[in-house]
């Protein structure tokens, strides 16, 4: 009883103050950045050894409180600038008190993320962590986590914090087709989104260069697609990534991406795809056949193509419990669909490229919608100025829009025409940029000395730093009605020049940044963008990334750091 009349208090308190938050820096902070996050008089108390986490059991959640009650008392974490705040009393904080609301709830899109959380700054033995679910009592956990530092371990005292997302959808692509990854790193991804607040893992498991999904129905696609029976992902492995993500409150999001991007299929079923192994730039053709070697695209002409993408769809949406599936279709290739007799055959009948496309959809897009899935889209699908699909095919409230192109002016077309929008926009999301061209045999780094490198080969360059990812608003140019409809945004690494060895120093700390933009914006209060003073914090959270085993790459020398303000363009001290 006396820990809900405590409880009860800080709630009251808590409300009084919430409006009083400011953009101080303070000597411990949380990445993200929480919505309110108020300490009135800075202080820190000692952590009992025996500090204990009371919760609700739930099947996900039990284990991510054992999971952060071992990180909470063993990582003894030094920051690089020791926090000048004193202990505010000689009694030691015994426990943590977890109430959820709900846990029922699913994890799901739109789930409700919010928790609120308080540390004692009097006598209390015990800090509070309520939250609405499950999953919104993990982030609080992984908040509670980052207040904890030290050896005697210490904990902010006094702090109280009120916390939810701006945007529902908050993720990271990961390409897994053309460089493979296995099980244990796309682990190591999820725990790595789960400390950032990120929740959902965007898994683009095919393309043309390789089928790695085991099909149950369709055994031959990886057993003659994937690179080797070393690099193949079975359904055991899937139900592993599927079971982590939610233990971290991650959602896993499969994309089978298809009609285009699909030459791996042929090496089982050659019948049903155009061009495939074809030299991508023939001799003479100003086209290529493929936006980058590795041709091959589904013939919607051919039967047996519905056959197979039909039983593709039933089992990978088997496998996967989200409720949304990613279907591709992006980057259709008008000649290599044209390299095929029965498609020659098509057009020579008055049929239109276009029209082979819609036959596709049409023909598959009530498959997925049968199994109770929610269909993403590249959109290129009605985007393209080639290939594309009359809108009227992909009603909205069946249909997400993924965008990549043309920064916030395809956004705005998408949300005009009332989707849903996730918002990956190559001139800022994109982490592969700036690596130059994977092709071979290129001119384009043959040129004389003192030539201008431009881009250095690369068609999305240059590198999206950090601070260009923290500074886009995914929302620019929308009306507030129309921003309603952009649920969210993904940071996206394409795995021609990435794999396993660098996945860690592509994605972190740069995916941080944006996880701080999507979960509490990029603008302090009065509506300043906040990256001067995110650089120190985000410093700090990088250093303790890499303490939890999180290969994330430096932003700045340690000297910054250690110097603050001195490594800034303006001569501003910043904590």
Known sequence: MREEKTFSSFLLLFFILISQTTATNYPINVWPKPTTFHWPTPKSIFLSSNFTISHPYHRYLTPAVDRYRHLILSEHHRPIITPAINLTSSIQLQSLIISVSDVTSPLAHGINESYSLSTPSDGSA???????????AMRGLETFSQLVYGNPIRVAAGVYIHDLPIFTHRGVMLDTSRNFYGVDHLSRLIKAMSMNKLNVFHWHITDSH??????????????????????????????????YGMKHGVRVLPEIDMPAHTGSWAEAYPEIVTCANMFWWPAGSSPA???????????????KTYEVVKNVIQDTIAMFPDSLFHGGADEINSDCWNTDLSVQKFVASNGTLSQLLEKFINNTLPDILSLNRTVVYWEDVILSGNVKVNPSLLPPQNVIMQTWNNGPNNTKQLVTSGYRVIVSSADYYYLDCGHGSFVGNDSRYDQPTGTDQGNGGS??????????????????????EEAQLVIGGEVALWSEQADSTVMDSRIWPRASAMAETL?????????MKRYAEATDRLNEWRYRMVSRGIGAEPIQPLWCLKN????????SFTS
């Open 210 to 243: 390789s089928f790695p999904l085991v099909i149950p129905s369709e055994p031959k696609l990886a057993g003659k697609g994937a690179y080797s029976n070393e690099m193949m992902y079975s359904p055991a492995d899937v139900q592993k990534i599927v079971e």
């Open 459 to 480: 068609w999305c360059g240059p590198f999206k730093t950090w601070e260009t990812i923290y500074n886009y608003d995914i929302t620019y140019g929308l009306t507030d």
């Open 564 to 571: 603050p303000g001195m490594c800034n363009t303006v001569h």
């Open 126 to 136: 015990s800090a509070y962590i309520t939250a609405a679910t499950v999953w919104g």
């Open 519 to 527: 979960w509490s914006g990029n603008r302090d209060e009065t509506g």
């Open 289 to 303: 056949l493929a936006a980058e070697p590795g041709t091959g695209q589904l013939n919607p002409l051919i039967p």
